[in-house]
Structure formats: structure tokens, C-alpha cells
């Protein structure tokens, strides 16, 4: 019998069964992906995250955003191998400790990915269509979700002021499910907007007018005030036509949310 040979191939056998407990992830790694929960370090790195199986598979499936790097479990890996085949090169697998410690979720998905962030100066260009203009729209979850109604009512383009919650905001990206891949995002001010296109713009308002579905008004600029303040004063100049959402004679509630109020109007509009 050869013992050194039935000893070598013993350490062997164990060496390769002892788990790999070296973090995949360096310290600078984890700093560097958590600061993208921060709208600064989403522009100064032109970076932002998507998380959540769904959003992740869209994002992957429509390969319209640049996918810097994909982190995911080794289960993900196995069960997703044909929508990761060109994106080979680019998947780290990690395990739970770890995408706890990026995740931005209370709850962590399998899979994490960092995207690269599209130029979002305005192009006349892309003008021709119907555009949602959101002015100061400051809830995540209310611009995901318009994003996400939008992208079913078919609108592709998307203006927001400067000072409406960002496109890559990790609650917003989430909210969308997947929407962002269908939607092109530019800021402007409202004049700007308006000097570069020839639709009509409507703007909700509570002193408006309900619609007429008779009316011819699209395709146009439909306006979406801020969530407490409505349409700001100095773009009122711009809207042509004021538009209201008709409720119950015997309503209470002041208003609606700006998601809900955004979802009728476009169903009215493009229903």
C-alpha cells in the first residue's frame, strides 16, 4: 500500500470540503455600496442599485441599463443560469451575512445588482409623445408607483423638476418593479419643457374642469403638482388647460395622493 500517497489524497479530500469562510465582500466594498443609499454618492459614483428577484430579472431580462456587477446566492446563480449567460464575467457570489450587510431591504433578496445611471438632460428629440411632467413629487413610493401606472398607460417619457425625489432612489427603483426600463427620465424646469414642445399642457388642479373624453387632448404635457402644494405658482403660467378628477357630491377628503390622482388622470387620457 502506498500511505503517502492514500494520505496525500485524504488532506486533499479535506482541504477542498472546508468552507470558504473569507469574505468576498472587503470592507471598502460594503462602505462603497451602502453610500449608494444616498442621492450624493448616486451621482458622484453615477451609480444606483436594484434589488428584489423581480425587479432584478427585468432589469437583466431588457439589458437597457449598463449592469456594473451582479451579486447574487449560489442558489440564484443555479436557478437563473440562462438570463445570467452574458453576464458570466460580472457575478460575485456571496452568502446572507453578506447581502445583509448591502441589501437596503429590512428583509434581503438573493440578488443585488449596481447599475450605471442614463444622462438625464432633456432631448427634443424624444419629445413627439405624450409626457408626464411631476413637479416636486417628494415620496419614493409615490413616484415608483407613478412610474410603474405610467409605463401601463404606455407613457415612455418622464420630465421631473429638480427638486422631485430621484429617479435611482432605492424605495423608488423598488416600487416601479421594473418600470424604469421602459421609461425615459430627463429633468427641466417646466419652461424649458415647454420651449422645446408644441403639445398642450394640462395641469391637475382642484379649480379645474372635469375631462370631456370627447375632447381631443392628447397627445400632450400632463402636469403633476407637489404632494401637499400642488402645481407650483410659477409654472401655472404654462398650463393651458386645468384639469379635475371628479369625485361624490358628498366627499370629505380634501384630495387624492398624487399616485392615485396620477393613475385617473391617465386612465381618463390614454384609457
Not at 60 to 75: E, N, P, R, V
Not at 88 to 94: A, E, R, W
Request: aromatic share 8%.
Amino acid at each position: 500500500m502506498n500511505v503517502s500517497y492514500r494520505f496525500s489524497e485524504r488532506i486533499t479530500i479535506y482541504i477542498n470540503n472546508i468552507p470558504n469562510t473569507t469574505p468576498l465582500l472587503t470592507a471598502s466594498d460594503i462602505k462603497y455600496l451602502q453610500s449608494l443609499r444616498l442621492g450624493k454618492f448616486r451621482q458622484k459614483y453615477n451609480k444606483f442599485v436594484v434589488e428584489g428577484d423581480k425587479c432584478c430579472v427585468e432589469f437583466l431580462k431588457t439589458q437597457m441599463y449598463h449592469i456594473d456587477t451582479i451579486y447574487a446566492s449560489k442558489d440564484w446563480e443555479r436557478l437563473h443560469t440562462d438570463i445570467l449567460l452574458p453576464f458570466n464575467s460580472k457575478v460575485t457570489i456571496i452568502d446572507f451575512k453578506e447581502m445583509k450587510k448591502i441589501s437596503q431591504l429590512k428583509t434581503p433578496t438573493e440578488v443585488f445588482l449596481l447599475c450605471d445611471m442614463d444622462d438625464n438632460s432633456i432631448k427634443q428629440s424624444l419629445m413627439s409623445d405624450s409626457i408626464l411632467y411631476l413637479d416636486g413629487i417628494q415620496n419614493p413610493g409615490n413616484l415608483g408607483t407613478i412610474i410603474r401606472t405610467a409605463d401601463w398607460y404606455g407613457i415612455s417619457q418622464l420630465v421631473c423638476s429638480g427638486d422631485t425625489v430621484d429617479f435611482y432612489h432605492p424605495k423608488v427603483v423598488q416600487a416601479a418593479m421594473g418600470s424604469h426600463n421602459r421609461m425615459q427620465y430627463f429633468v427641466a424646469d417646466l419652461s424649458e419643457l415647454v420651449s422645446i414642445s408644441n403639445h398642450k399642457v394640462l395641469g391637475a388642479a382642484l379649480d379645474g374642469l372635469p375631462i370631456d373624453r370627447k375632447e381631443p387632448l392628447t397627445p400632450c404635457i400632463l402636469v403633476i403638482g407637489n404632494e401637499g402644494k400642488g402645481i407650483r405658482r410659477d409654472n401655472m403660467q404654462y398650463i393651458e388647460r386645468k384639469i379635475l378628477i371628479t369625485g361624490s357630491q358628498d366627499k370629505i377628503a380634501e384630495s387624492l395622493n398624487a399616485s392615485i390622482a396620477t393613475a385617473i388622470l391617465l386612465d381618463r387620457l390614454f384609457g
